[in-house]
């Protein structure tokens, strides 16, 4: 991977009587989005100590790619599905390689 690649932390908590219909909901992102254009990672973690909080580790190509991903049908679908779900908005941010 380049260094121009642009890296996403996205940390996701789910409500504490929700955490396995948030996480079907997050999973089912992994194969769509892995065959996005641009995607270069996409993986899916959950805290061993704390359930309810999901990370995506991601890797696109470039701020574009990851600008279509989030206009996606499924990801809209999933932000949709996922509302009610979450017990504080998602934190997504954006990273550059410095070193």
């Known amino acids: 991977m380049s260094e121009s690649t642009v890296h996403v932390v996205a940390r996701i908590t789910a409500k504490p009587d929700a ?8 999973v089912a992102l992994l194969s769509p989005t892995r ?10 973690l959950q805290n061993r100590e704390q359930p309810a909080d999901f990370t995506f580790i991601e890797t696109w190509a470039d701020d574009a790619a990851i600008d279509q991903h989030l206009k996606s049908a499924h990801v809209q679908q999933a932000l949709t599905q996922a509302a009610a779900l979450l017990a504080a908005p998602p934190d997504i941010q954006r990273y550059d390689v410095i070193g």
């Open 19 to 26: 955490v396995a219909a948030l996480q079907a909901v997050l």
């Open 35 to 44: 065959q996005e254009v641009g995607c270069h990672r996409y993986l899916l």
